[in-house]
C-alpha cells in the first residue's frame, strides 16, 4: 500500500517559525543587553577602579569598599545560612517522617522562596534591629550599638531570604540518593550518622553546593531588603574593627557598622548621584563587576550541578 | 516463621553486632541536633509571619481599615469629597493603598502578558524544538537570563530603555508604568520559559509518538497534544511569574516614575507597594502611623503573593500526580 503523502502544513510551518524566532528573539535582546553594559563598563576597568575608594562626590575613583562590602555581607550570609539550611534538610530528609507536620514544613520553605524580597527587608528590621537589636542593648548595657542598621543584620536579614533555596537544594540532593545505598550501609551494620556522613552526604555534595553557590549569587544581586539595613551611599571608612587579643591584633570585618554595597552603589548612582550623566561610566563600570560576578557564581553552580547530574547517571 | 521472630533470632545470634550505649547516646545526640537546626528554620519562617502582622496590624488602631481604601474630606464648599490618595507625610495624612495597588498591578499585568507570550514560546522551543543536544547549551542561558541581578535590569532600563520607548512612544512620562513592565518583563520571562520547558518536557513521550502515528504534524501535536496536556503546569508557571512581578521591587523603583497617580493609563508614572516601602521606609520614624501602614502594606503583598504561589503549587502538584503512569 502506498502512504499517503501529507499535505504542506503551511500554519504549522508558521507557528513554529513564530516559536523559534521568538526564542532567537529572547537571545538577541540578552546579548544586546549584556554587550552594552560590557562595551560601556570595560572602559573604565582597571586595577584602580576595583580597589580605590570613591573620590570627588562620587564622580571619580572606584569601587572598592563597594567590593569588599558585598564580600563581608555575602561571607556573614553565607555563615549564618549554610549550615542552619543544611542542617535542617538533614533533618527533613534523613530523620523526620512524612507527617502533615513535615509536609506543612516543605510547603511553606517553598512559598518562602516566592515572598517578596522586600517584605524580607521589613522582617529584618522589625524582627533583627528593632526587637534582637534593641534588646541586647538593653541587655548589654551598649548604648546605641546593635539597635540600628548593620552589617551583621544586613547578612542576617539575606541569610533567612536565601534559607529555603539552601533547603531545597539540599533536599533535591539528598533525595536523590539511592535508597539502596542507605540500605547497603545499613547491611553493613553502619549506624544511621556513619551512612549520612559516609554515604549519603559524599554523594550530595555536589549538589548542596550548588545550593550555596546560588544563595550566594542571589545575595550579592538582592537589593531591596538591605535598602533601610544598613547599606550606606558613601563611608570614608570600611566596616573593619582590629580585634585585640593581648598586643596581637588582627582586622576584622565589624559587624556591628554600615557598609556599601555594590548593587546598592549602583542604585543609588543611578537615581540619586548629583550629577548622573556624569557617573554614567563608573555606573555601568560598577555594574559590569556584578554581573560578571554573578555570572561567574552562576556557570560555577550550572557546572556544578552538571556533574551532579552525570555522576547520578552513572548510579 | 513469624516476621517478628525472625528479626529477633537475627538479633541474637552471634553475627549480629549490639549497639552500645555509647554509639546509642552518640546518635540520639547528632538526632538531636539536626532536630535542632529544623526546628530553628521552621522559627524563623513562623517569625516571619508574627512579625509581619503583628506591626502591620498595628496600624489599624490608628489607622481605620476604610482609610485604606479612602478618606472622606469635606472641601472649601462643604461638600463631602471621597479621595483616594497616598501621602502619609501631609497635615492630613491620606493612607488610600488604591492607587499602590492600581501601580502595582498596572505594572504586573503588561509584564505577565508580555511574558507569557515571549516566555511560553520559548519554552516551546526549548522542548519540544531545539536540536536537543543544542539545548544543553540554551538551558543554563535561560539560567543566566534569570541570574541578573534586578538592580541591573532597572538600571539598563533607567538608561537605554527608558530613553528608547521615550522616543519610539513618546509618553506623558518618561519614567511609566509601560517601561517598567518591560524591565519586570525581563525578570518574568526566564521564570515562564524554564517552568513551561519543565511542564512540556514532563509529557510522557507515548503522546507524541501516538500523535504522529495518526498522522499529525508536528505543529499539530504541539498545539492539539502537548499543550493541552501540559496546561495546567503552564498555567502554574504564569502564576508564578506574575507573583514575581507583583513583589519585584528594584525595577518599579527605578523605572515606575514613583507617582501615586490613580490612572488606567500605561504611560503614566506610577507607584507600586513594593516601591512604596522601599522609598519611605528608610526615612519613616519608628512607631509613627506611617511606619506601621508600611508595614500593613508589607502584610497585603505578602498575602497576595503567598495565595498565587499556593495555588501555583497545588497545580504543579496535582499535575505531577496526573502525569506519572
Known amino acids: 500500500m502506498e502512504l499517503k503523502k501529507r499535505k504542506i502544513d503551511f500554519a504549522g510551518f508558521l507557528s513554529l517559525g513564530i516559536v523559534r524566532l521568538t526564542f532567537f528573539f529572547l537571545v538577541l535582546i540578552l546579548i544586546l543587553l549584556l554587550g552594552k553594559i560590557f562595551i560601556e563598563g570595560i572602559n573604565v576597568i582597571s586595577l584602580e577602579f576595583l580597589f580605590d575608594e570613591p573620590r570627588n562626590n562620587m564622580t571619580e575613583g572606584g569601587i572598592g569598599p563597594a567590593i569588599f562590602g558585598t564580600v563581608a555581607v555575602t561571607l556573614l550570609m553565607v555563615l549564618f545560612a549554610v549550615p542552619l539550611g543544611v542542617f535542617s534538610a538533614i533533618y527533613l530528609n534523613e530523620y523526620a517522617k512524612d507527617t502533615f507536620f513535615s509536609r506543612i514544613i516543605r510547603t511553606s520553605i517553598n512559598n518562602l522562596a516566592g515572598v517578596p524580597s522586600i517584605v524580607f527587608g521589613l522582617f529584618g528590621l522589625g524582627f533583627f534591629i528593632l526587637f534582637i537589636g534593641k534588646n541586647l542593648d538593653d541587655v548589654l548595657q551598649t548604648g546605641l550599638l546593635f539597635g540600628q542598621p548593620a552589617l551583621l543584620w544586613a547578612s542576617a536579614t539575606l541569610a533567612v531570604l536565601v534559607l529555603p533555596i539552601v533547603i531545597v537544594s539540599t533536599l533535591e540532593a539528598l533525595n536523590s540518593v539511592p535508597k539502596s545505598h542507605r540500605d547497603a550501609s545499613y547491611g553493613l551494620g553502619a549506624t544511621k550518622w556513619q551512612t549520612i556522613k559516609n554515604v549519603v552526604l559524599p554523594q550530595a555534595r555536589p549538589g548542596i553546593l550548588t545550593g550555596t553557590i546560588l544563595a550566594i549569587s542571589r545575595g550579592a544581586g538582592e537589593t531591596a531588603p538591605i535598602l533601610f539595613l544598613g547599606a550606606a551611599f558613601f563611608l570614608p571608612n570600611l566596616p573593619v574593627a582590629d580585634l585585640c587579643i593581648g598586643d596581637y591584633c588582627i582586622p576584622m570585618i565589624n559587624p556591628t557598622e554600615q557598609f556599601m554595597y555594590l548593587a546598592y552603589h549602583i542604585f543609588i548612582m543611578a537615581t540619586q548621584s548629583a550629577n548622573p550623566t556624569k557617573t554614567l561610566p563608573i555606573q555601568y563600570g560598577s555594574t559590569l563587576v556584578l554581573i560578571v560576578l554573578t555570572f561567574l557564581l552562576n556557570i560555577t553552580a550550572i557546572i556544578f550541578r552538571y556533574r551532579f547530574r552525570k555522576l547520578l547517571g552513572r548510579l | ?325
Open chain 2, 1 to 325: 516463621m513469624e516476621e517478628k521472630e525472625f528479626f529477633q533470632k537475627a538479633a541474637d545470634s552471634k553475627y549480629a553486632k549490639k549497639i552500645g550505649k555509647h554509639t546509642r547516646l552518640k546518635e540520639s545526640l547528632i538526632k538531636f541536633f539536626f532536630a535542632v537546626n529544623g526546628t530553628m528554620a521552621l522559627i524563623f519562617i513562623v517569625l516571619i509571619f508574627v512579625f509581619l502582622f503583628k506591626e502591620g496590624f498595628k496600624a489599624l488602631d490608628h489607622i481605620g481599615l476604610l482609610d485604606f481604601l479612602y478618606l472622606d474630606r469635606p472641601d472649601a464648599s462643604g461638600n463631602i469629597e471621597r479621595v483616594f490618595q497616598w501621602y502619609p507625610t501631609s497635615e492630613e495624612p491620606r493612607y488610600s493603598l488604591i492607587p499602590l495597588l492600581i501601580g502595582t498591578f498596572l505594572t504586573a499585568f503588561p509584564a505577565t502578558i508580555i511574558s507569557t507570550l515571549l516566555g511560553v514560546g520559548a519554552g516551546i522551543y526549548l522542548s519540544e524544538v531545539a536540536n536537543p543536544k543544542f539545548k544543553e547549551f540554551l538551558k543554563p542561558m535561560i539560567e543566566l537570563f534569570a541570574g541578573i541581578p534586578t538592580v541591573v535590569l532597572g538600571f539598563i532600563m533607567l538608561v537605554v530603555g527608558a530613553s528608547f520607548f521615550n522616543d519610539l512612544l513618546n509618553p506623558a512620562n518618561r519614567l511609566n508604568a509601560f517601561v517598567a513592565s518591560i524591565g519586570l518583563s525581563f525578570v518574568i520571562i526566564p521564570i515562564i520559559a524554564s517552568l513551561t520547558e519543565d511542564a512540556l518536557h514532563s509529557i510522557p513521550n507515548d503522546l507524541r509518538m501516538a500523535s504522529y502515528g495518526l498522522g499529525a504534524t508536528k505543529w499539530q501535536t504541539i498545539s492539539k497534544v502537548i499543550l493541552p496536556a501540559a496546561f495546567s503546569g503552564v498555567s502554574a508557571s504564569i502564576l508564578l511569574g506574575f507573583g514575581r512581578a507583583i513583589g519585584e521591587t528594584m525595577i518599579v523603583l527605578m523605572c515606575a516614575g514613583n507617582a501615586a497617580n490613580l490612572t488606567s493609563n500605561i504611560f503614566l508614572s506610577v507607584r507600586t507597594m513594593t516601591a512604596t516601602i522601599a522609598a519611605e521606609m528608610g526615612e519613616v520614624s519608628q512607631g509613627s502611623d506611617h511606619y506601621y501602614s508600611l508595614f500593613f502594606i508589607g502584610i497585603v503583598l505578602f498575602t497576595i503573593t503567598f495565595f498565587l504561589n499556593l495555588i501555583a503549587e497545588i497545580i504543579i502538584n496535582k499535575m505531577r500526580k496526573k502525569n506519572t503512569f
